[in-house]
């Protein structure tokens, strides 16, 4: 049996360590603990700042060898916090963020606890990008490893999709790699079956020719007008050009410059579509997008691609408690649209409301083979996500509460449900991301490289065994 005493003296990690331990009590312990979601207020018998690949190998096998729960922290952006291990070993990655570019091979190396941020800028400096999410203090990898949808994936496809090599530290502790070369089992698993098979330390990432020009279109309209205008806009999706993503939202409570002030905090249904490339061509999807209801305000603005990366950041700041619910919809009927304009509640609900998106997919994304990679649904039209975001403890209830009821007003037209968009469903959750052949076999990959589960803190495919923690 193993010592379940935690010995938590830093010399007795290993010798060799070279990051830092940071232990409850200490300077810098409640700060690494903290993540995107302010919710989540767990506390880590041990932080672990790792350095490198063999710090984080030696903090797998210290926490093995006392029966301590391992989480594992990149971006920290998962909206349940699951990096934040309660009474166990956190591995923290933020010290190994270094992205190195090679411009000749259109390359980027990248470590495991990097943001979206320092990969976009080091790209960009050459005219380059990969898909990468839409707020740069993301990580890199909790996002690639889901999938990993992204303003290039109709052009470019999902992150992990444009991924050639992984570094990644197994649940034993060994440094492996995996390509389509080395480990072709875990190659597969790794491009879209999130953190379940280890820790990795390095992707090696295909860059793509982009100048950085990009131009964001939003037209708004009242709750009356949007199903006309979201109607022409669902039948733009399918033809659309790759360069752009057709968006949506609908929501209340905001107050953006160029919004008249008597519609500040009124509930507005916008559709769009942001565009990476050349703006003037963008222009031309325009005239067809707005054939039809006369919108309330609009918004047509060139960005560079680096300022477009990081346009939501201050609005998905870590000082916000949050909850989500996704759904994949294969199409958007009548009835879908409704519901999305509804927000889940009835005319003259009173109290807050949710916020809910749709992005558009299709392109690259379908174009790879459903069975290439580990992540599934690639038939979707549309990824919905249902949200709330707020300041105070006292209303959690209520505003949790409102989110589900517009994932359960959606439900009704899901397909299934993006990886990274799962909250607190549990193996539920598991089973409408990944088809039924598809968790099979993931399963039975969870076998090979983490038989007993120790990275269970995800969401989690379990052995085909049903050995290790749930």
């Known amino acids: 049996m193993p010592d379940r ?21 200490e300077a810098g312990f409640d700060q ?28 797998v096998r210290f926490a093995r060898g006392r029966g301590l729960e391992i989480g594992v922290r990149g971006g920290g952006h998962s909206v349940v916090g699951l990096a934040v291990p309660d009474g166990g070993l956190m591995i923290d990655l933020s010290r190994m963020g270094a992205v190195r570019v090679d411009p000749d091979r259109r390359r ?4 495991g606890g990097a943001l979206l941020g320092a990969l976009d800028r080091a790209a960009q400096s050459f005219s380059l990008a990969t898909t990468a999410g839409n707020v740069s203090h993301t990580g890199v990898g909790g996002l690639t490893l889901g999938g990993g949808m992204g303003w290039l994936a109709r052009q470019f496809g999902l992150a992990c999709d444009n991924v050639v090599r992984f570094e990644l ?35 090696e990432l295909r860059l793509h020719r982009v100048a950085g020009a990009t131009l964001v279109v939003e037209l708004l309209y009242t709750p009356a007008d949007a199903p006309r205008a979201m109607r022409r806009w669902r039948d733009l999706i399918v033809d ?6 057709l968006t949506a939202s609908a929501g209340g409570g905001r107050r953006w410059p160029f919004l008249p002030r008597e519609l500040h905090d009124r509930t507005l249904v ?39 990366q990081c346009a939501d950041d201050d609005r998905e700041g870590h000082h916000l408690r949050r909850y989500w619910r996704g759904h994949y919809l294969r199409a958007l009927e009548e009835a879908a649209i409704d519901a999305f304009v509804s927000l889940g509640v009835q005319p003259g609900h009173p109290g807050p409301l949710p916020g809910g ?8 994304i379908g174009a790879v083979g459903q069975h290439e990679t580990a992540f599934d649904h690639r038939d979707a039209l549309v990824e919905f996500v249902a949200g709330a ?7 959690d209830e209520r505003r949790i509460s409102v989110a589900r009821r517009y994932g359960a007003a959606m439900a009704p037209f899901a397909s299934g449900v993006y990886v990274n968009d799962l909250g607190d469903e549990g193996e539920a959750g598991v089973r409408r991301a990944y088809g039924a052949a598809k968790l099979a076999r993931l399963a039975a990959l969870k076998d090979r490289y983490d038989p007993d589960n120790v990275f269970h803190l995800n969401h989690n495919i379990r052995p085909q065994a049903g050995r290790g923690a749930s």
């Open 240 to 245: 659309a050009p790759r360069q752009a993503t």
């Open 108 to 111: 980027a190396r990248v470590q």
């Open 32 to 59: 690494a603990r903290r993540v995107w979601n302010a919710m989540v207020d767990r506390r880590p018998a041990v932080i672990a700042r790792c350095a490198s690949a063999s710090d984080v190998a030696a903090a």
């Open 5 to 25: 005493t935690p010995i938590l003296d830093p010399a007795t990690l290993e010798r060799g360590f070279t990051g830092q331990v940071l232990l409850p009590g």
């Open 389 to 395: 975001s707020w300041s105070d403890a006292a209303e």
């Open 270 to 308: 916008s559709v769009g579509y942001v565009w990476v490339g050349d703006p003037e061509k963008g222009q031309r999807l325009l005239p067809a997008l707005r054939d039809g209801v006369r919108p309330v305000a609009e918004r047509v603005e060139a960005q560079t691609y680096v300022e477009l």
């Open 357 to 364: 998106g749709l992005q558009a997919y299709g392109g690259e």
């Open 169 to 203: 530290v197994t649940a034993t502790g060994e440094i492996v790699h995996a390509s389509e070369s080395e480990n072709q089992d875990l190659y597969w698993g790794l491009r879209g079956g999130g953190g379940n098979f280890g820790v990795v330390t390095e992707f």
